[in-house]
């Protein structure tokens, strides 16, 4: 096993959505730049789009959207904990995204005068763009990289960033998954785009990787961030998401949503005006179950025959292409059944919800040279789109500070101690098998932080993680593969800390079941309307802290501010076409 | 001298299956492990063709997709099937 040194201008660390993007437009706002794009997969199908995307969930198109309007309807539907600006800068950068990424090849549904076929899945405004074709996705990208001539290393895990004495970034360093020499990768400026903390709860399943994220998205950005000193918030605010049972990915609402299909309890009947996915939304779900009115369904087997034949091609093709063949093996056939879904287990993802790591609307953490963008990204239900459009922040923000900063000094200590943090599950005579300690560490989180959150649940599943972190120290690796599972334990263990020290820390509830806490039932803005916090203080403690909600750019209207608390239809007989305008 | 760690073995079913008729890796192809997110399949070098080296699979199906003989089939894991 060797250790191998690296000079860059700008490393971006992931390349899924967002870190293409981010490598691409450093390149893009200065080619002389040296960009490397690492990877611990392989660039070319890696993330949560590897087979491509049926479509843009938060499209801001001119005529049927506009910025205003999406910031309002996110900050709504996030309760009101946004950094509006944060927001802001998403929807001013979506169209001119959908645009570049329609020129690149990316082909979306448009209609016989060549506008863009937007569709209604929002609960106020519409914001869904189909890409019927979307499977191809990672090619263009992939082509933009070649293009770019940004250099690519994949199959190599990075697992801590280096930091200078005065706190800014110094680099990365990780290991190869097949060889496990061990690389410093000095760099002036970082992007860290690593994915949701996709394996943090268990399947009910019980496989390890049978989870909605792409199980390579181990909160790996997530836990680097958090050691290099930067502030992450709304770790509370959980991504739990309805999905087809034991396949555990989506059925998929805002696709055949448009079409006419919708979400129904065991007697058929809606129960919910808007199937976009919100803590409200999930509430909801949550409720029908505990009512007896279980389990819930997809519907679709009222809808045409041609109807059906389109939503299989897309839903059979696209994003999880492999929940055809589930189907199949179950005798589903969506023209006369309706699709079982349940309630996921839990994560930390801002795609989807808003946990992530704090940026700012150029995607800069608070690490300076540090930037963060996709789905680790604290930029609330943020997507693909969003991911694509903070990559490109990240990457012009990296020129940027490359431009203006040297490299820092190595501290040699830093990499001394991840070496050895690194290789030792492989020097180990004998010890743990990760899988069993990920097991546990994940069973653990389903019994003591899956919402309804329970004070004394948590209390006790933080003791758990205290102990498993022993347990770290005695994993054993038998090669270099196993070695990349045996670090990832590490990381999913400090997401599953953050999750409990997070949700103890905000007395209140708050998104529906994404923060839903039995000892404290009322949702409470004297206390709690503001960003809660948590960061590595010096001491090396895991703390927690408010941080004050900027003033509005788009005041919310009191009649407005409530939206997504009413989701729940009063007369479950009601007219489907009132409950859910086109 | 290393001594081997005291684990019982743990048998598994694997979800993706290559027809060894089909497979090319003897002649250098090693796609299906290349695009692998979890890098779950290796090349068996003495029967010159690939194999699912570990049971961690999130059944996504690039390495059916992008094979270039159709060799490799993706089924659900049996624990969600």
């Known amino acids: 096993m060797q250790t191998f040194e690296h000079e860059y201008d700008v490393v971006v660390v992931g390349g899924g959505t967002a870190g293409p993007m981010a490598a691409v437009k450093a390149k893009q706002a200065n080619p002389a730049l040296r960009v490397l794009l690492l990877e611990k997969a392989n660039v070319k199908r890696s993330g949560a789009i590897s087979m491509g995307m049926d479509g843009l969930n938060n499209a801001v198109i001119p005529g049927h959207a506009t910025p205003e309007q999406y910031v309002r309807e996110i900050t709504i539907a996030n309760d009101g904990i946004v950094n509006q600006k944060t927001v802001m800068a998403y929807a001013q950068g979506s169209f001119a995204m959908i645009e570049e990424l329609d020129r690149w090849g990316v082909r979306f549904e448009k209609d016989e005068t060549g506008d863009y076929a937007v569709r209604k899945v929002h609960h106020m405004g519409s914001y869904v763009l189909p890409m019927p074709e979307g499977h191809d996705i990672k090619k263009v990208l992939y082509r933009q990289l070649k293009r770019a001539r940004v250099e690519i290393t994949n199959r190599v895990v990075a697992t801590r960033l280096l930091t200078a004495e005065d706190g800014r970034i110094a680099g990365v360093m990780g290991f190869d998954c097949r060889t496990a020499d061990f690389h410093v990768i000095r760099a002036r400026s970082v992007v860290l785009s690593c994915g949701a903390a996709g394996r943090l709860g268990l399947p009910a399943s019980g496989y390890l990787f049978g989870t909605y994220e792409n199980p390579t998205n181990a909160g790996d950005g997530y836990a680097m961030a958090y050691h290099a000193g930067a502030e992450l918030s709304g770790l509370e605010c959980f991504q739990i998401n309805p999905l087809i049972k034991d396949y555990n990915g989506p059925a998929c609402a805002y696709v055949t949503g448009p079409f006419g299909g919708y979400t129904t309890n065991a007697e058929g009947q809606r129960f919910i005006e808007c199937d976009y996915w919100s803590g409200q939304m999930m509430w909801e779900f949550h409720r029908e179950l505990q009512g007896g009115k279980g389990p819930v369904f997809l519907k679709l087997d009222h809808l045409a025959e041609e109807t059906i034949s389109a939503i299989e091609t897309i839903l059979h093709t696209n994003e999880r292409p492999s929940r055809g063949r589930f189907h199949a093996g179950r005798g589903t056939d969506y023209r006369e059944r309706m699709v079982e879904m349940h309630i996921s287990e839990i994560g930390l993802c801002s795609g989807h919800s808003a946990s992530g790591v704090w940026v700012d609307e150029h995607a800069r953490t608070t690490v300076p040279g540090l930037h963060a963008a996709g789905d680790m990204a604290c930029v609330p239900h943020n997507y693909m789109l969003g991911a694509f459009v903070y990559g490109k922040l990240a990457g012009e923000s990296s020129a940027r500070f490359s431009a203006e900063h040297g490299l820092a000094a190595v501290d040699a200590g830093q990499v001394e101690d991840e070496r050895r943090r690194v290789w030792a599950p492989l020097l180990r005579e004998d010890g743990l098998p990760p899988n069993q300690v990920e097991y546990k560490l994940r069973r653990m989180v389903n019994d003591y932080l899956q919402p309804p959150k329970v004070t004394r649940k948590m209390e006790i599943g933080l003791e758990r993680f205290e102990a498993i972190r022993e347990d770290l120290d005695r994993l054993k690796a038998r090669e270099p593969h196993e070695l990349m599972r045996a670090l990832e334990v590490h990381a999913i263990r400090d997401c599953a800390e953050m999750a409990a020290r997070a949700s103890l820390y905000r007395t209140e509830s708050r998104w529906g079941l994404y923060h839903a806490r039995v000892d404290f039932p009322d949702r409470d803005d004297a206390q709690w309307f503001c960003h809660a916090q948590l960061m590595k203080d010096g001491q090396g403690r895991m703390v927690s802290f408010k941080r004050a909600i900027e003033p509005y750019l788009v005041p919310i209207a009191d009649a407005d501010r409530n939206a997504y608390r009413q989701l729940r239809i009063a007369t479950p007989t009601e007219a489907p076409t009132e409950a859910l305008p086109a | ?81």
Not at chain 2, 21 to 46: E, F, H, M, Q, S
């Open chain 2, 1 to 81: 001298m290393t001594t081997i760690a005291p684990l019982a073995f743990h048998p598994s079913a694997v979800p993706v299956t290559v027809d060894a008729d089909k497979c090319i890796a003897d002649k250098g192809c090693t796609v299906c492990v290349d695009v692998c997110p979890l890098d779950v399949l290796a090349i068996d070098l003495v029967k010159g063709s690939a194999y699912m080296k570990f049971d961690e699979c999130w059944y996504c199906m690039p390495c059916e997709k992008d094979c270039p003989t159709g060799a490799v089939r993706v089924d659900i894991p049996y624990l969600l099937r």
